[in-house]
């Protein structure tokens, strides 16, 4: 439950930035199971940005992303390009050791 909880909140905070910031008009999610990990794919069509420089200037949510998922021994990336939509993947192990 502890796990499943912190995922929720990383899906949640991947959907606010989407809605709040990326002007999105689509947003998919998609989530696959492995015998090893879980991933969640939160992906948008919106303005996309330099992902470089978010994390220096204004990164407190995707930094906090990044902390939800090290905790579960798990890991975020996040791909986006001015104009060109964001896509966030958070991995996190099924059996964590």
Do not use: Y
Request: glycine share 8%.
């Amino acid at each position: 439950p502890i796990v499943f909880d912190a995922v929720c909140q990383m899906v949640n905070e991947a959907l606010s930035n989407a809605v709040r910031h990326a002007k999105a008009q689509h947003i998919h999610i998609r989530c696959q199971e492995n015998a090893t990990s879980f991933t969640v794919i939160v992906s948008d069509d919106g303005v996309g940005f330099d992902v470089d420089t978010a994390a220096i200037q204004d990164g407190l949510g995707l930094r906090n992303l990044q902390h939800r998922a090290q905790l579960h021994h798990g890991a975020v990336n996040i791909e986006s390009s001015a104009g060109q939509g964001t896509t966030v993947t958070i991995t996190i192990p099924l059996h964590a050791g």
